[in-house]
């Protein structure tokens, strides 16, 4: 049910945004992260917008770097990817929770919550 497109092969120190299209259906209910898993790696959760109060977090690895957004008009939450490092390579996916605070109401950044995946983007960052 999630879209995500944006992805592609920049230099280091170079931005790409990425962005997850949400059915209407389901939007006004889904807290939104993004998860990336780059190749022999687990999944990690590199960002996550509230829907209820629009709070954000970020994995330390990407703070700085990395803005997570929602645009409510287009049904549409966007991850702007600023200063990439080769250790930013790996297949980004939006995933939606159930929940108006990501991690529901303990705040835990647990893959397990979340309800919906997309099928991924890949970003590539390389000289």
């Known amino acids: 049910q999630l879209v995500e497109s944006g992805g592609g092969k920049v230099q280091p120190g170079g931005s790409l945004r990425l962005s997850c299209e949400i059915p209407?259906?389901?939007?006004?209910?889904?807290?939104v992260g993004w998860v990336r898993q780059a190749p022999g790696k687990e999944r990690e959760e590199v960002s996550c917008?509230?829907?209820?109060?629009?709070?954000?977090r970020y994995a330390d690895s990407v703070k700085g770097r990395f803005t997570v957004s929602i645009d409510n008009a287009k049904n549409t939450v966007y991850l702007q990817m600023n200063n990439l490092k080769p250790e930013d390579t790996a297949t980004y996916y939006c995933a939606g929770e159930r929940s108006p605070q990501c991690g529901g109401p303990s705040g835990t950044v647990n893959l397990r919550l979340y309800d919906y995946w997309g099928q991924g983007t890949q970003v590539t960052v390389a000289s």
């Open positions: 917008v509230g829907k209820e109060y629009g709070g954000t």
């Open positions: 209407a259906s389901t939007f006004d209910h889904l807290s």
